[in-house]
């Protein structure tokens, strides 16, 4: 089976891409796929989900993480490690991160580096999915994982500014079509929804106006427990499974499963 590539990606910061990239990445795993998760942001949240501070850290400042693989443009296969659970593995981020434009630039702008440090994985078909993680940014370096990126989910948070923003995204990722023919639109998730709130249904309805993106029928509410997993270095479907959004988080991999 080929491998997969899905992208959480919003240039909206704190729209609850990494939460749900890491659930749904332990979800899948759960599942019995095969999941290497990689954290593309310099906040290092993807890694902190699984990992503790110290051991992020460490990554972070080794020779072997994404930073140092973009750079030299190797093959990434060295800083894969794995995590705490069954077939889910992750390549680390380094706040050097915050770099990474320039750098890029300074390689001439080019838009296939990441595709050069990732297809030797990508084609060695270990891997089932091949889950990224992204910043809230649309750049150079986006572009470079939307080139090798198969589907994209927009996780878009239920509030007033949580719709600001999303059509300069959705543009984006339509520019990268033209250079990535594989590449679409999986479909928009609401999450952090508070479903008392007005500004919810409004969101909801600005986005079936949307006709040619899908919306996830499963929303993602909001959940203390969530915070409280990511305080003990943990995605909460792994933390608390029976917590609300653990069961929203296993529905929405569902969801997603059926529309690959
Ligand atoms: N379902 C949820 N319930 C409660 N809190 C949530 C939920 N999802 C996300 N959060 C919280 O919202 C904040 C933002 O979420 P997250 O970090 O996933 O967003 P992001 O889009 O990755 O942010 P950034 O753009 O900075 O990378 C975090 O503090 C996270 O704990
Ligand atoms: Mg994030």
């Known amino acids: 089976?080929?491998?997969?590539?899905?992208?959480?990606?919003?240039?909206?910061?704190?729209?609850?891409?990494?939460?749900?990239?890491?659930?749904?990445?332990?979800?899948?795993?759960?599942?019995?796929?095969?999941?290497?998760?990689?954290?593309?942001?310099?906040?290092?949240?993807?890694?902190l989900s699984f990992l503790g501070e110290d051991e992020v850290l460490s990554l972070a400042q080794s020779d072997n993480n994404l930073y140092t693989a973009i750079l030299s443009e190797k093959d990434?296969?060295?800083?894969?490690?794995?995590?705490?659970?069954?077939?889910?593995?992750?390549?680390?981020?380094?706040?050097?991160?915050?770099?990474?434009?320039?750098?890029?630039?300074?390689?001439?702008?080019?838009?296939?580096?990441?595709?050069k440090v990732i297809s030797e994985v990508r084609e060695s078909g270990e891997y089932d999915y091949i889950v990224i993680?992204?910043?809230?940014?649309?750049?150079?370096?986006?572009?470079?994982?939307?080139?090798?990126?198969?589907?994209?989910?927009?996780?878009?948070?239920?509030?007033?500014?949580?719709?600001?923003?999303?059509?300069?995204?959705?543009?984006?990722?339509?520019?990268?079509?033209k250079k990535n023919p594989a590449l679409g639109i999986l479909g928009i998730v609401l999450t952090r929804v508070n479903v008392r709130k007005n500004y919810f249904r409004q969101t909801e309805e600005f986005l079936s106006d949307m006709k040619e993106i899908y919306v996830f029928d499963t929303v993602i509410r909001n959940d203390s427990?969530?915070?409280?997993?990511?305080?003990?270095?943990?995605?909460?479907?792994?933390?608390?499974?029976?917590?609300?959004s653990a069961e929203e988080y296993r529905k929405l991999t569902d969801e997603i499963l059926t529309r690959l």
């Open 133 to 177: 993680d992204t910043p809230p940014t649309i750049g150079l370096w986006d572009r470079n994982v939307l080139h090798v990126t198969d589907h994209v989910v927009i996780p878009v948070e239920a509030s007033p500014w949580g719709l600001f923003g999303l059509a300069s995204m959705v543009s984006f990722i339509k520019e990268a079509e």
């Open 76 to 115: 990434m296969s060295d800083t894969i490690i794995r995590t705490p659970y069954e077939n889910l593995d992750l390549v680390p981020s380094s706040m050097l991160m915050s770099g990474i434009e320039e750098e890029l630039f300074k390689k001439g702008g080019r838009e296939d580096v990441f595709e």
């Open 1 to 47: 089976m080929k491998t997969e590539v899905i992208t959480f990606a919003n240039n909206k910061g704190g729209s609850g891409k990494t939460t749900t990239c890491s659930n749904v990445a332990y979800c899948l795993a759960d599942k019995g796929k095969k999941v290497l998760m990689i954290d593309g942001d310099m906040q290092m949240n993807l890694s």
């Open 225 to 244: 427990m969530v915070e409280w997993a990511q305080d003990n270095s943990k995605p909460v479907t792994a933390y608390r499974r029976n917590a609300r």
